[in-house]
């Protein structure tokens, strides 16, 4: 089992920017694919993003895709999201999660055996 910390959250007007951080300990961080969800406020949590162990596959939703960016240090054993441009829409709360496999990264929740305690993205109008 792995322990994943997410932080970065907090209030942004819309158009700025945040970069959320998911520290990883316990199971060895590395050969596994690492992912990002949200959930808003009376919605079901939803996918935003994921990355393969490596780095060099990413996969976005539709909804982020441009203005998200989610890479890892494996070395750092951590995992970010960097947003920009953001929405009001994107308000919610951010969870990262561990997969139990690498390949393909997962795009749905059930593949992901680990989940931070989330932290909370408001932005503003």
């Known amino acids: 089992q792995v322990q994943l910390v997410e932080s970065g959250g907090g209030l942004v007007q819309a158009g700025g920017s945040l970069r959320l951080s998911c520290a990883a300990s316990?199971?060895?961080?590395?050969?596994?694919?690492m992912g990002w969800f949200r959930q808003a406020p009376g919605k079901e949590r939803e996918f935003v993003a994921t990355i393969s162990w490596s780095g060099a596959t990413t996969y976005y939703a539709d909804s982020v895709k441009g203005r998200f960016t989610v890479s890892r240090d494996n070395a750092k054993n951590t995992m970010y999201l960097q947003m920009n441009s953001l929405k009001p829409e994107d308000t919610a709360v951010y969870y990262c999660a561990a997969s139990t496999t690498n390949w393909p990264p997962p795009t749905t929740q059930r593949p992901y055996g680990s989940w931070g305690q989330g932290t909370q993205v408001t932005v503003s109008s």
């Open positions: 316990g199971r060895t961080f590395g050969g596994y694919a």
